[in-house]
């Protein structure tokens, strides 16, 4: 009788396994832990682990286990050898190809030419077919410093720091990028920008990206930068008169909104899909929303999370009704057009595997994205310090919008093709999917 002995994943290698789940999926984030804390470690230094090893080590099925596999030897991520064996055929056995953060960057690099890919084939999908040379996979490192440009849907704030983190954490550069940051007032003008070649990529929100499409914009959705939408309905105590206590109470309020922006889309979807959109008074705002609810213009507006914590660290008690628990929606988004995809394939996938780098610093470094933030506001300010309304701002977007199913499967920044035909279903339902429509 024999007896074996195999190292197991613990507590203190989970932070690893997240690290490199933002570029694999969870279970071939696990397996590919497993196998590089076994190159790590003194007693099995070098030691390839066979199934078995694997199966216990990391806690995976079988099934599970040979998917996790079939996705590391896919991306070159893990070599195979056989072990020495007395007893018939030689079992098969798995080593780490490199030590840790080269793994972290061959992970970000066949991951970032996976979502192009994945991006191409959604862009198809949904009618916007793009002929691409195949750009391959980037490397780290790489000379050169190609000039690239993104337009954000609005002033750069915390939802944006992952874009930030990567251009000052020197991710981009790292890739091959030198970076530029350009603002503008809204998601429908940052994709102006990019239709007008001013911006390569621009940060807009997942329903003016379906209004634009339907409207014969041939925009190429990327990645998403969250998962989740961020649009919510909102009101204070004193405004409301009371708790707003679920959509029910909206009926026969005001409800103010910038109606053809993000935000207002949304909001009237939700409205609409509620069946209360007859029963409420849209009030167009075009200014700031929470102004509306102080000077009594508006009951309840709709904005965003990052308007909710501004009002309750100014003291106020505020009540939200998010879109997203109610119609689920894939949150602000790197979109371009089929000529960018066309032109600078390989430019894409190498500022796809820097904004990953850039999503993991927000996932675990957030005051120190925080900090890229204020820097890039303030180039002459103090950048020792991270603001920590700012830093706790950043966890909670991080935690409540950063993942879904398909991220915990695929990584971040996957995206499918239903979830954009179930937006445009649903805008298209209410009479929201033509651009200048009234609902």
Not at 2 to 14: A, H, K, N, W, Y
Not at 180 to 194: K, L, N, P, Q
Not at 296 to 314: K, P
Not at 378 to 384: L, M
């Amino acid at each position: 009788m024999r007896t074996r002995e195999f190292p197991v994943l613990s507590e203190e290698d989970e932070p690893l396994v997240a690290r490199l789940a933002l570029g694999l999926g969870d279970d071939a984030a696990r397996v590919l832990a497993y196998l590089l804390r076994r190159r790590t470690a003194s007693t099995v230094d070098d030691d390839p682990a066979d199934r078995l090893a694997l199966r216990i080590g990391t806690g995976l099925n079988r099934t599970t286990l040979s998917d996790a596999l079939d996705r590391l030897e896919r991306r070159d991520l893990v070599t195979t050898t056989t072990l020495e064996s007395d007893q018939g055929r030689p079992p098969m056995a798995w080593l780490a190809r490199d030590p840790v953060d080269a793994t972290v960057d061959r992970t970000d690099a066949h991951h970032a030419a996976t979502l192009f890919d994945q991006a191409i084939a959604v862009a198809g999908e949904l009618g916007t077919p793009v002929r691409v040379d195949e750009p391959g996979v980037p490397s780290a490192g790489s000379p050169g410093s190609a000039s690239f440009s993104v337009g954000l849907n609005w002033f750069a704030n915390v939802s944006h720091a992952p874009l930030f983190a990567a251009r000052a954490d020197g991710a981009y550069d790292r890739w091959g990028l030198d970076v530029t940051v350009e603002e503008f007032a809204g998601s429908d003008r940052a994709i102006a920008a990019v239709r007008e070649g001013t911006v390569d990529v621009a940060v807009a929100g997942a329903a003016t990206i379906t209004r634009m499409r339907a409207a014969g914009a041939p925009l190429v959705p990327l990645a998403p930068l969250y998962q989740r939408g961020m649009t919510v309905l909102y009101t204070t105590r004193d405004a409301f008169g009371g708790r707003l206590d679920g959509i029910e109470s909206v009926r026969g309020r005001r409800v103010g909104m910038p109606v053809d922006a993000e935000t207002g889309l949304l909001g009237r979807l939700f409205l609409s899909q509620s069946g209360v959109i007859d029963e409420v008074t849209v009030v167009d705002l075009s200014g700031e929303e929470s102004d509306a609810l102080s000077t009594g213009r508006a009951d309840v507006v709709s904005g965003t999370f990052g308007d909710v914590r501004e009002l309750e660290a100014a003291g106020r008690t505020v009540d939200v009704l998010a879109v997203n628990d109610h119609f689920p929606v894939y949150g602000p988004t790197l979109v371009t057009t089929d000529s960018v995809v066309s032109a600078r394939s390989s430019a894409l996938v190498s500022f796809l595997a820097g904004t990953l780098a850039g999503w993991r610093t927000a996932v675990f470094d957030p005051a120190e994205a925080v900090r890229a933030v204020a820097s890039a506001d303030d180039p002459g300010g103090d950048e020792t310090v991270a603001d920590a309304r700012a830093v706790t701002g950043l966890k909670r977007t991080v935690d409540r919008f950063g993942t879904s199913a398909g991220v915990a499967e695929h990584g971040w920044g996957w995206h499918e093709t239903a979830g954009w035909q179930r937006l445009a279903t649903a805008l298209g339902q209410v009479g929201l999917l033509t651009p200048g429509a009234d609902g």
